[in-house]
């Protein structure tokens, strides 16, 4: 088993890796393209990259290769032989299961001390490559904005040499009312050695810039704005333009929750609730403290009131009840003249602007501390989330490929590829859940796991027990019962017939089946009491008694030599339907369920239309019975 997975497993992980790397590029190729970095940093990225991906591809890997290695002995029949040797699927896992576990303690080993430092390093790199700035290239014909606070076209570019020809120049760099021009010939373009300075180096041209404007004290007040116009054999324009790579310090990221370990992040969640609680405590008794009614309420007090009151708010903060304080102040605001009145209701307004200014900033940096903790909790949640996610999906894909028993890169890697779309998109849906505080920080983690542990379960158990859950002909076949199409009867002439059928008592047999189809086309209706339908728990005796009826005469027929009895034969319907429920529900049981609407309503709808189909079932058997009877009738009389 290890020969065969192992391969696989090396195999699939470094196409899963590959390929989530090239997603990595796509979505940071404009950081990196036109910059001008060297290869040594672009290989230190994609290392850093590859060695963060590896949570991503390695679940995906352990799902396509148990897949893989459990379709292809399934389609080799090499597990077939095993399970008919008496070894159990579970002991064939075995060597399997230990494996997948020593992948997945070596994946929080790696999550926990090596991720924090893979991140750190990658994110710092992809800083530094963002905020460098990209590599000079002048186009043909269009303005260059690049260079910060100049505006560069070019007309023409010469190959041979980087002659720039027909080359102006905005220069916008102490501010827009104090541009200038400048026009030229030709021109060169080159760095400076510590590639700090760009240096221009410009033929035959012109330059023209406004001044600042100056009033003059000549008559009629006019102002005159002074422009300085230059002409040039030869210039060298020196521009800011820092082209280096200048590396991120990683001090900083390291103090955040990408650069920690799981003892790390337990330590900051401890201080940082700590710190929350101590912010709330703050807010909640500077409100309670600077509430407007109750200074209002002590202003002017005698000095025995403001003990009375005071050791009052101790007892009444101590058993958390509001201070009530006997005063009508309605009645005092009322007693007021109009202007004191609305100089109240102004004061009063504006008071409480700005409490409510105040604490909206407050809230504001509440809620910056409380996304801090939930962005350590998620993170330490997600050092588990990757190992059991590997054992997850082991036992999801080793069952799944014992099942289908397909091997190679075709349906396993698009059941592969579904199943782990899902997953994504659960695992991103509960992660931006607990990263917003919807809901808690497991919950939102662990979501995934919890939505595919039951699938994995009832994989297994169904591939222990040799279901044909995922067979297409089962599905099909139910679908057309659904539908009313059934399975044709297939009746073939036998080269050998040992005992001959005895026409003479298959005709009362016959007979019997014309009444008794008559009697239950007469008795049993298409609608049925919903309360009678279940109480007799889904099951219709009378339908399977008549379809056993059919099968004895079947049976018995299927050994003659007439051709045209044999036809006959396959116009039997094979009779299904008169049991819709595969509990043996007793009369109670079923009762408790009808009275549960939401549930028992759909499936008395879907009997109800099954039973329409058992009765078109029935007329077709008594139709064929008596076409039947007249030939035989006919043939021996």
Same mark, same amino acid.
Not at 125 to 133: E, F, N, P, T, V
Not at 236 to 247: K, P, Y
Not at 459 to 484: H, R
């Given at each position: ?23 990595? &590029? ?42 893989? =290695? ?108 104090? =541009? ?127 003990? $009375? &009151? ?74 588990? =989330? ?24 075709? =349906? ?32 939102? $983690? ?63 047999? &016959? ?39 059919? *099968?004895?005469?079947? *049976? ?82």
């Amino acid at each position: 088993m290890l020969q065969t997975f192992l391969p696989l497993f090396a195999m699939t992980f470094g196409i899963c890796l590959f390929i989530v790397l090239m997603q990595f &590029l796509w979505r940071y190729i404009d950081d990196m393209v036109g910059k001008g970095l060297e290869m040594a940093v672009l290989g230190e990225m994609f290392f850093y990259a590859a060695l963060f991906l590896v949570p991503m591809a390695l679940p995906l890997a352990v799902l396509l290769a148990s897949l893989m =290695t459990f379709g292809n002995l399934g389609e080799r029949l090499e597990l077939l032989a095993m399970k008919s040797a008496g070894v159990s699927l579970l002991h064939i896992m075995r060597p399997l299961i230990v494996t997948i576990g020593i992948v997945s303690v070596g994946a929080f080993f790696f999550q926990n001390n090596a991720m924090p430092v893979v991140q750190v390093k990658l994110y710092s790199l992809l800083y530094s490559m963002r905020a460098k700035s990209p590599e000079l290239d002048i186009p043909e014909g269009v303005f260059y904005k690049e260079i910060s606070g100049y505006n560069v076209y070019v007309k023409e570019k010469d190959q041979r040499d980087g002659l720039l020809k027909d080359v102006m120049i905005y220069d916008y760099s102490e501010g827009f009312n104090n =541009t200038m021009v400048t026009v030229a010939d030709s021109g060169r373009l080159k760095t400076s050695a510590d590639k700090l300075f760009l240096v221009l180096t410009l033929y035959n041209g012109e330059s023209f810039q406004n001044m600042t404007r100056q009033s003059s004290a000549s008559a009629g007040n006019t102002s005159d704005v002074p422009n300085r116009r230059e002409t040039f054999t030869t210039r060298e324009v020196l521009i800011e333009f820092d082209g280096n790579f200048t590396r991120t310090d990683e001090s900083f990221l390291q103090n955040q929750y990408v650069g920690k370990n799981l003892t790390d992040l337990q330590s900051s969640i401890d201080s940082m609730n700590v710190k929350l609680d101590s912010i709330k405590n703050i807010n909640s008794n500077e409100i309670y403290t600077y509430a407007y009614l109750k200074s209002f309420a002590l202003k002017g007090a005698p000095t025995d009131t403001l003990f $009375m &009151l005071a050791e009052a708010s101790k007892e009444n903060r101590r058993k958390e009840q509001p201070l009530i304080l006997p005063s009508n102040y309605d009645s005092l605001f009322q007693a007021e003249p109009a202007n004191v009145k609305a100089a109240l209701l102004t004061r009063a307004k504006s008071a409480a602007e700005n409490v409510r200014t105040d604490y909206y900033f407050r809230a504001a940096t509440l809620g910056d501390e409380a996304y801090k903790v939930r962005r350590h909790l998620t993170e330490w949640h997600n050092k588990f =989330t990757v190992s059991f996610a590997c054992l997850v999906f082991f036992f999801i894909g080793a069952p799944l490929g014992a099942i289908i028993r397909k091997g190679g890169l075709g =349906t396993p890697v698009v059941l592969s590829v579904i199943l782990f779309i899902f997953y994504y998109v659960v695992n991103n849906i509960g992660f931006k859940m607990a990263r917003d505080g919807v809901w808690a920080a497991w919950q939102g $983690m662990w979501l995934s796991s919890a939505v595919l542990t039951p699938l994995g379960v009832f994989l297994t158990y169904k591939a222990i027990n040799d279901s044909v859950i995922l067979n297409a002909d089962t599905y099909i076949n139910a679908l057309k019962n659904l539908i009313g199409k059934r399975s044709a009867r297939k009746v073939e002439l036998k080269e050998v017939i040992i005992y001959s059928p005895d026409y003479n008592a298959v005709i009362p047999k &016959l007979e019997q089946l014309i009444v008794d189809t008559e009697t239950y086309l007469s008795r049993h209706k298409r609608w049925i009491n919903y309360f009678a339908y279940w109480r007799q728990g889904g099951k219709d005796t009378s339908a399977e008694k008549l379809a056993n009826e059919v *099968e004895e005469i079947v *049976e018995v027929l299927e050994n003659s030599d007439l051709i045209l009895i044999l036809n006959k034969l396959m116009d039997y319907p094979i009779i299904g339907g008169y049991n819709q429920l595969k509990a043996n529900l007793s009369k109670r049981a079923g009762f408790i369920i009808g009275l549960i609407f939401p549930l028992g309503i759909p499936v008395y709808l879907l009997a109800t239309y099954q039973r329409k189909l058992l009765r078109q079932d029935i007329r077709s058997v008594k139709k064929t019975s008596e076409e039947l009877l007249d030939m035989i009738r006919e043939r021996f009389k």
